[in-house]
């Protein structure tokens, strides 16, 4: 029986029998989901499925998938040729055995800017455009922090943008603000956790936090005007450091929009 309710609990029930499973990416499906066609899933889930089965080996080609997804072979063309354009796959032909290949990208490794070594010098390996941004968001991470990223925190992060899609600027700045501000902390835990409070007070960019910080700069003024209260030596010092490093970032994002 099923109490109605808000919220509901999800499960998935263990197997006795082991028929085979096919692992994806978080961030496949939380970045596609939303934005790509039920075709252009379909067509990407059951070739990567194949792909992913080692036991089948088997070579199948774009009219086998529309027979098998009840699609048109055009369909099935337009459908790879979106996710050409994404960047998550390649296709190339081996130049001895004249083989057409579709290689999956592992995302992870492509926000990450990890590359493997490619069979063929004059294969273009396809990199999202947004992998530069996120490059440079690393290095201002570990810049602010002083310490070197783990690749687990790095996959977090990219989990974090790819699930509440805050922008690689704010995410910066979160890590600056428990970075400098004495009330809070600087592991990435905390601070993805302080990027999630600010998604419920809809902040998903720089200048949205920019305006919501100014608001509160604001109010608080007001209270200083009204009451009067001592000045926090600490508070003060973080403030002059939050907005020396936030006047530097700005200045160098939009410097970089601008090219």
Known sequence: ???RGDFMKYSVEKFKIDLGETPIENIFL??????ATGNQLKV???AYKLAKDTSANVDISDEEIAKALDLTESEVSECWNYWLDEGII???TDAETQTNHT???????LYLGITNPEPDESQKTYIPQNSQEIKEMFRDIEDIRDMELSKS???RILEHISTYHQTPELVVTAFHYCTTNPNT???????LQVLRNWKLDGIMTLEQWQEENNKKQQRKTKKRTYYRPKTND???KATNINSKFLNDFIKKSKEQKDK
């Open 44 to 46: 990407y889930l059951y």
């Open 153 to 155: 925190e790095m996959e």
């Open 1 to 3: 029986m099923i109490i």
């Open 103 to 109: 290689v999956f990208l592992s995302l992870r490794q």
């Open 30 to 35: 939380n970045q596609y989901l939303q934005v």
């Open 185 to 191: 902390k600087n592991n990435t835990n905390y601070v």
């Open 234 to 236: 600490i508070e003060n």
């Open 90 to 92: 390649k296709r190339y």
